[in-house]
């Protein structure tokens, strides 16, 4: 059996984890199944084995194929394939394989290869017995397909990732008709009448074990759409299970109106029918409430959304208008600033007559007022530097007596005018 363990597949939606949640509840459960029923055996408890001598009971290699089977689900939904776990899981599933495999070769040759009773010993004369101890053809094909599933849980093959999803079905199919068999009461859907019949706890097992393996990868085949979180995924959410317990429920009550003479059978055939459309009908328009309520969320959402992305558009034209403006206006302050600069330079000098002690103050005065404001201007281009996180400190040693008498002197003309 070629198995390529390579690669795992994760699942990431919140749905996703729930149905992988889900999985490992589903294997649990199965196991469970298979432990009472091998107690059942041990103390020769019937209501555990098959609820009493009229339902076929679940043999006892059966109930260790469920354990196995369960216990694989459980180590294999981890997806982590070079573990221990992982690799003891794809084990219990090549043993439930195995075991599958004899017991439909037993039937198909007509062999005993003496692991039937190898345990516990089993009355020939059971109901749906023909073979004590043997599991029934259809139970072991159940495990064959979702032995042959586990297997392929993880392939990177799409096709045999399908081919393992298509026998997982499969084997749900044959458990569902059976379940349906025990409800409606109808022996032949049980499995092949010269062989053995498959049991109630074996037919709500196998169908536990296929909710659970197509659950395991939500994230790939048909199961990426039920498990989709969109309108369509659950719509399917909603519809299969609804469906299919109500359409079950309904068969049983025409089939039982029928076999009571309440009704004959083109009577119970047509009222049934008007009563499946309503039914449907009801579904539908209960779908397409939840549909639409999510849908008027979404669009909801979407137009908050859009306003956010309408004030974010906003707040950045502002913000570029704001660095053009800085850019202006320090090219425009800059021009002015170094003809002031020049002039007071050249009263500085002397070029326009010696200047007396307090023109020379004057002149100091607007030398240190241009570099102030030189620094301003700076300053205000440093903004568009912090933005950018280009902007960075350097540390320089400051003379507090130099910062104080600058500060006296620009402010001395203007507090002698006050005076």
């Known amino acids: 059996m070629p198995v390529n363990i390579g690669e795992s597949f994760s699942s990431d939606s919140a749905i996703e984890k729930k149905f992988t949640a889900l999985s490992a509840v589903l294997g649990a459960i199965a196991a469970v199944i298979g432990m009472l029923v091998l107690i059942g055996w041990v103390f020769n408890d019937p209501v555990l084995k098959g609820i009493n001598h009229l339902y076929v009971t679940m043999k006892a290699n059966t109930a260790i194929a469920f354990i196995c089977a369960g216990a694989s689900l459980l180590l294999l939904i981890e997806h982590r394939p070079r573990s221990v776990k992982y690799r003891a899981g794809l084990t219990l599933a090549f043993v439930v394989l ?37 599991m029934s053809p259809n139970t072991s094909v159940c495990f064959i397909f979702l032995a042959v599933s586990l297997l392929l849980l993880d392939s990177r093959r799409n096709k045999l990732f399908i081919f393992g999803r298509l026998l997982a079905f499969l084997a749900g199919l044959t458990a569902f008709t059976a379940l349906v068999g025990y409800f409606y009461g109808v022996r032949d859907l049980l499995g092949i009448q010269k062989f053995t019949m498959m049991s109630l706890y074996g ?68 009222l049934f029918t008007v009563i499946r459309v309503i039914i449907v009908v009801i579904i539908l328009f209960v779908i397409s409430k939840t549909v639409n309520k999510l849908y008027r969320e979404r669009m909801e959402k979407e137009k908050s959304l859009g306003e956010i992305e309408s004030k974010y558009r906003e707040i950045m034209e502002v913000d570029r208008l704001k660095t053009q403006f800085i850019a202006v206006i320090s090219h425009e302050l800059r021009t002015p600033l170094t003809i002031i600069k020049g002039f007071s330079s050249i009263l500085r000098m002397g ?69």
Do not use: H
Request: some cysteine; proline content about 3%; hydrophobic content about 40%.
């Open 203 to 270: 037919a709500f097992g196998f169908f536990i074990l296929f909710l659970g393996v197509i659950s395991a990868r939500p994230g790939r085949g048909l199961m990426k759409d039920v498990s989709a979180d969109n309108p369509g995924g659950l719509m399917l959410r909603y519809s299969i299970p609804s469906l299919t317990l109500l359409m079950t429920v309904l068969g049983w009550a025409m089939l039982n109106g029928e076999r009571r003479n309440f009704f004959d059978n083109y009577f119970g055939a047509s």
């Open 98 to 134: 195995t075991l599958g495999l004899i017991c439909i070769a037993q039937d198909v040759f007509n062999v005993q290869v003496g692991i039937d009773q190898l345990l516990f010993k089993d009355a020939a004369f059971l109901e749906g017995t023909v073979s004590p101890g043997r």
């Open 351 to 419: 070029n326009a007559g010696v200047l007396n002690k307090e023109q020379s103050d004057y002149v100091n005065t607007i030398e240190n007022n241009t570099a102030r404001l030189g620094n301003i201007i700076s300053e205000m281009t440093d903004i568009s530097r912090i933005e950018s996180g280009s902007f960075t400190l350097e540390k320089a040693p400051c003379s507090m007596k130099e910062l104080i008498e600058c500060c006296v002197r620009d402010l001395s003309n203007t507090a002698s005018k006050r005076e």
